[in-house]
């Protein structure tokens, strides 16, 4: 029975996760710029990552293994916004016009990124 | 200092945690490494708050399920966002003074902003914070925040 309740949290876990990466996926080509982008990288580094260890920790059992993936999911947590803080600074020494609302106030729309329409 | 002995425990617990092995040969191996890294960073004069922030261990307790639950529910946000038929984002970026004191407190409140999906710091210049928003309400009084509060109740008031 306890078996069963493990084997079926973790498999929910890693659907879930899956789920969010996918996501995440789209969210890269659907979104419009750079720094919209990157917030969804971010949700595969967090949720994805987060729920698939997770639910692989479950699958293992109390194991050494677990004790390793645990340490994965921390450091991605402490690298990944380093990561992303220094690509998003880059971008905005590099010049990079963020997307903002065409009708909104001093909106401008960076010509190649295809406006509001997504893909 | 009780900071270089904190430190000399944790890297052997990760180094037994890591290696798996407990046979004599491995705990000195174990030993020998963790006293000779350690004693190059004291040397270095690295062991401070900023390296080994054990002083925040118990606030922390506190602090990351709220931020665990704070990531867990923009997650649920901006997925919606992404998979809506019609993306409709108005990003802004907005700029704060956050209350932390300390280097390391805005260190962890600038990682958390950029952990939460839908928000990344794209700044920090002292007080100063420059956040990415994917949904300019996001980040409507983040001056304010909760996270800001919360992360200045870690740092506590010893700095």
């Known amino acids: 029975m306890m078996e069963q309740v493990a084997s079926v949290s973790a498999w929910a876990l890693l659907v879930v996760g899956s789920f969010f990466l996918v996501t995440g996926a789209l969210g890269m080509v659907r979104l419009p710029d750079v720094f919209t982008r990157m917030h969804a990288a971010g949700m595969t580094d967090t949720m994805g990552a987060g729920l698939v260890l997770a639910g692989l920790c479950i699958h293992s059992g109390f194991t050494p293994a677990t004790v390793r993936l645990v340490l994965i999911l921390a450091f991605l947590w402490f690298t990944c916004p380093v990561a992303t803080h220094a690509l998003a600074r880059a971008a905005l020494a590099g010049g990079v016009e963020p997307y903002s609302l065409p009708d909104a106030e001093g909106g401008s729309e960076p010509g190649s990124e295809g406006g509001d329409r997504g893909r | ?159």
């Open chain 2, 1 to 159: 200092m009780t900071r270089i002995p904190w430190l000399w425990g944790l890297l052997f617990a990760l180094w037994l945690l890591l290696s798996n092995h407990f046979e004599p040969l491995f705990i000195f191996f174990g030993v020998a490494t963790c006293t000779a890294a350690v004693h190059v960073s004291a040397r270095m004069g690295i062991v401070d708050a900023q390296s080994v922030p054990i002083h925040l261990a118990g606030r922390a307790v506190r602090y990351l399920p709220w931020l665990a639950w704070e990531i867990f529910r923009s997650n649920f946000a901006l997925a919606r966002i992404i998979l809506s038929p019609r993306i409709r984002v108005d990003p802004r970026i907005v700029r704060f003074r956050a209350s932390q004191r300390t280097e390391l407190g805005r260190f962890v409140h600038a990682n958390s902003i950029t952990l939460t999906p839908g928000t990344v710091t794209a700044g920090v210049a002292g007080d100063d914070f420059e956040v990415h928003a994917i949904v300019h309400g996001d980040a409507d009084g983040t001056e304010d925040s909760p996270m800001n509060q919360r992360v200045s109740r870690l740092e506590g008031n010893a700095a």
